[in-house]
């Protein structure tokens, strides 16, 4: 294998143009699991993949803080970027992952 391609999702300071302190991730756990397999099989039949490690973390994540980590070992780097990004936005799109932002609280002057 020649490349090892790796992302890192951080949590941004803002959403939806809000300042927030976090994101609370939810999932549906067996759901989430089935889906990954099923994305992970498919990224397999589409890619020449040594291997493939995901995660992504549950619970509040604050800003600044890494909620998804990726790793993908392929032949050539074209292979693990494509591979990464296709992975990463079907992930977005059918694994049952919910995130709501957790509002900075503003600083009470006296």
């Known amino acids: ?5 790796y992302f890192s999702g951080i949590v941004r300071g803002s959403e939806a143009a809000q300042s ?4 609370e991730y939810e999932c549906f756990r067996p759901m989430a699991e089935h889906q990954f ?10 890619w020449p993949i040594a291997s ?3 995660v992504h973390r549950i619970g509040v994540v604050k800003a600044g803080e890494a909620s998804l980590w990726v790793e993908i ?3 050539h780097r074209s292979e693990a970027f494509a591979a990464c990004q296709w992975l990463i936005d079907e992930m977005k799109r ?8 957790l509002l900075e609280l503003p600083v009470a002057r006296l």
């Open 1 to 5: 294998m020649g490349a090892a391609g």
């Open 20 to 23: 927030i302190s976090a994101l």
């Open 37 to 46: 397999h099923r994305l992970f099989d498919e990224l397999e039949r589409r």
């Open 52 to 54: 493939v490690r995901l």
């Open 73 to 75: 070992v392929a032949p």
């Open 94 to 101: 059918v694994v049952p992952i919910w995130k709501k932002p």
